[in-house]
């Protein structure tokens, strides 16, 4: 259809909502064609609603006849460049995500909801070409006018803002003016500064050969992928700060991607103090919604040198992007586990591809998918050997516990070392994978069991908030005196967990201080940077916790490190657990001995002969992860097949089973079984039934990606077909729970 008769402007867009597929607007009314450019934002009517949409495409002409116009126009500027937006589409088409979707998850919440963006735009002073070309002695006679062209000449430009706070009038502003040296524009605003006034400004301390030899390694020019194994205080952190600093050099955005938990003030402190004189954003979920649009708007507008996120920041648009780096590549929160399934890590790479430029993979344990990359050549596999600094690596022993007189978890000896490093004036680390008091609680004279009522799963004690907790839905209730089965009195905790520790160890190291580090303890991580003040601070103390102590804090007075448990993940029906295990433990390890003093750690294991586990403690992460891969060979798993999973859940587990049976024949027709390519399922999901819905999936593991993109497209399109509300359904493109 035509309007005038001209030349009509169609706007082809992406839409929030579960559908695969780009709408078409007419232009909203009043609003020149002209100024619509892909990229903006528009509220458009959908279904009765009003949504947020991203401008896609201006075409000529629609399939489709009576187009609505859109509602308004929300961005005078694009928000989404040219290769960012063929990057989400990228990410679209490869998970089998609906590209709207896609826009909204790359988004921060207020500019997903409409906020217009230059409610955090901020006038910046530039200098012009002529300010830029002046000779360094021109305004010797003004000395007012000549600092702030030398703070411009450095800095490139200034916020009024902060030209107020540094003391630059606006009188000498307007000279400069009015000579044509500067001039204003419009931006958005730069977030207020990570640094506090710990920060010290650190210089950085002499590479040694091996980091030397990585940093050389990296490409300065094109897109190169590289792995970066190098144990927990090999200096890993340090090449990463001397890439960025060779990226802001040649005028460009480094990206630094951090897991959830990784993102501490204290690594904000570190990278803020190397670079004072650069804008960093960091995007995490623990910002306000205000402070956390103004720090996108700074990156994806080119305004912020150094970004460093949590997961959905490789979602973000980086016009002058130089470089990638993932620390703790392996980190299971780069994959996101609901709504658009994607790998922040796997993305990094395309994201690299696309701009050109290095990714560099980072961790001391790397995720078999990334040491399959390096061996096999695809990446390039970069080693650090050795601990920087003074630090010597650990020495690492198993303490049997079968048939040990256990105290709450705790063999005899473990107690006893303990006390003797607290007493030395030195600090333990306790790691228990599991918080509250128990994880069971049971009737010792009928048997009963506390179930949460909406999963196949227990419900946990938490005895400091005498309640009964659902660790999967979070379903909570009292905790009961007596059986509701039968009326006894006597109740039994089963197991441990983080409180139960905590309860003890206060209890036996009552002069130390006892720091318990757990989801329910740390609401914040500016809480968790807090209760660990007192380490940091270096006195003897006892620190225990789940995995949030695993990483990202450094305490160099840590010398005994204890895991209570190390057999869990062993035994696993997932064929992800030992390699998650072995992860965690190394991971943990290494937290001991990270200063001048030497480092001890303790596993307590009830079946010390296992061979995976005595590989993992006598040779390393390293040897135990290329044995893992060699089994992930022999049962055709990933990393060496490519693997999606089709779940679907629903209140009548017959209708879940029966779509996947369904979706599979469906799939069948178009690729049957063969050596390349194999189905399993449907079967129940590890944790069958969750907030009331019970779950199945459908698993399709091939020889090549490429092959399972058809299967899974041709899937979407018959299940978006499906008119049962109550069932829900999904492609998990590189799975990584089994869950
Ligand atoms: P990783 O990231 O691998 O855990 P870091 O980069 O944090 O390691 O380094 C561990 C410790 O060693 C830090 O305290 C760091 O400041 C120090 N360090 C790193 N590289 C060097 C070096 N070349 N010389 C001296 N100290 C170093
Ligand atoms: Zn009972
Ligand atoms: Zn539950």
Redesign the pocket.
């Known amino acids: 259809m035509a309007i005038d008769g001209g030349n009509a402007a169609i706007l082809r867009l992406a839409v929030p909502v579960p559908l695969r597929r780009l709408f078409d607007y007419l232009p909203p009314a009043g609003v020149e064609p002209a100024s619509l450019v892909p990229g903006q934002r528009l509220w458009v009517p959908f279904g009765g609603r009003k949504l947020v949409a991203v401008l896609v495409d201006v075409v000529a002409e629609s399939p489709h006849a009576r187009l609505k116009p859109a509602l308004a126009q929300i961005d005078s500027v694009p928000l989404f460049d040219a290769r960012s937006r063929a990057f989400l589409h990228w990410a679209a088409d490869y998970y089998q995500a609906p590209p709207g979707e896609l826009y909204a998850a790359a988004l921060p919440a207020a500019l997903r909801k409409g906020k217009p963006a230059d409610h955090w735009a901020e006038q910046w002073l530039q200098l012009t070409t002529e300010g830029k070309g002046l000779p360094d002695t021109a305004l010797a006679r003004a000395p007012k006018q000549q600092a702030l062209l030398q703070l411009l000449l450095q800095r490139g430009r200034e916020s009024r803002t902060q030209l107020k706070v540094l003391g630059h009038s606006t009188a000498v502003i307007r000279a400069l003016g009015e000579r044509g040296l500067v001039d204003w524009t419009a931006g958005p605003t730069v977030p207020p500064p990570v640094i506090d006034d710990n920060t010290e400004a650190a210089a950085p301390?002499?590479?040694?050969e091996e980091?030397q030899q990585v940093l050389e390694a990296i490409p300065a020019e094109g897109f190169s992928a590289s792995l970066l194994e190098?144990?927990?205080?090999?200096?890993?952190?340090?090449?990463?700060?001397r890439l960025m600093a060779r990226v802001l050099a040649a005028g460009r955005q480094a990206l630094l991607m951090v897991p959830e938990i990784g993102l501490t003030p204290q690594t904000l402190r570190r990278i803020a103090a190397r670079f004072p004189e650069h804008n960093i954003a960091a995007l995490h979920s623990g910002l306000a919604e205000g402070e956390r649009a103004q720090a996108w708007l700074s990156a994806a507008m080119g305004t912020a040198d150094i970004v460093i996120g949590t997961r959905s920041a490789i979602l973000t648009p980086l016009p002058r992007l130089g470089a990638v780096i993932i620390?703790e590549e392996h980190d299971g929160s780069f994959k996101q586990q609901d709504g658009v399934r994607y790998s922040a890590r796997d993305l990094s790479l395309v994201l690299g591809r696309n701009a050109g430029v290095p990714v560099l993979l980072?961790s001391?344990t790397p995720s078999l998918e990334s040491l399959h990359n390096a061996l096999s050549g695809r990446y390039q596999h970069l080693r650090?050997r050795n601990?920087?600094?003074n630090?010597r690596p650990p020495q690492i022993s198993v303490v049997p516990t079968l048939g040990q007189p256990l105290e709450e978890g705790f063999a005899p000896q473990v107690l006893r070392h303990i006390g003797d490093t607290l007493a030395r004036g030195e600090q333990v680390l306790v790691f228990i994978n599991r918080r509250g008091f128990a994880p069971a609680l049971t009737c010792d004279d009928c048997g009963w069991l506390a179930d949460c009522p909406h999963c196949s799963s227990k419900l946990t004690m938490h005895r400091r908030s005498r309640q009964l907790r659902c660790h999967h839905c979070d379903y909570r209730r009292p905790l009961v005196e007596s059986c509701p089965q039968c009326h006894s009195r006597s109740l039994s905790a089963l197991g441990g967990g983080t409180e139960r520790s905590e309860e003890l160890l206060a209890r036996r190291f009552a002069d130390f201080p006892v720091i318990r580090v757990d989801r329910d303890t740390t609401a914040s991580k500016q809480a968790l940077d807090r209760l660990l003040a007192p380490a940091r601070d270096g006195e003897p103390c006892l620190l225990l916790g789940t995995q949030m102590l695993a990483k990202g804090h450094?305490l160099?007075r840590v010398t005994l490190v204890v895991i209570q448990d190390a057999d869990g993940g062993l035994f696993s029906a997932d064929f992800r657990a030992p390699e998650r295990t072995g992860q965690l433990l190394e991971q943990v390890a290494?937290r001991a001995g990270?200063g001048d003093l030497a480092g001890r750690v303790l596993v307590q294991s009830r079946f010390p002969e296992h061979p995976l586990l005595q590989l993992l403690l006598e040779r390393g992460y390293g040897p135990f992860a290329r044995q893992l891969l060699q089994d992930r060979a022999t049962a055709q798993l990933p990393p060496l097949r490519a693997m999606a999973l089709v779940r679907a859940e629903c209140e009548e587990p017959r209708w879940a089973e029966e779509f996947l049976q369904q979706a599979r024949a469906q799939m069948q027709t178009l690729a049957p079984p063969s050596p390349e390519l194999a189905y399993l399922g449907p079967v129940p999901a590890l944790l069958e039934r969750k907030s009331g819905r019970f779950r199945f999936y459908l698993q399709i593991t091939a020889d090549k990606r490429g092959v399972l993109q058809p299967l899974l497209a041709r899937f979407c399109q018959w299940a978006e077909g499906n008119k049962n509300r109550r069932l829900r359904w999904a492609v998990d493109m590189d799975a990584q729970e089994l869950a």
């Open positions: 301390p002499q590479l040694n980091q190098g144990t927990t205080g090999s200096g890993k952190t340090e090449v990463y700060l620390d980072g001391a650090l601990r920087a600094g630090a450094h160099p290494g990270r």
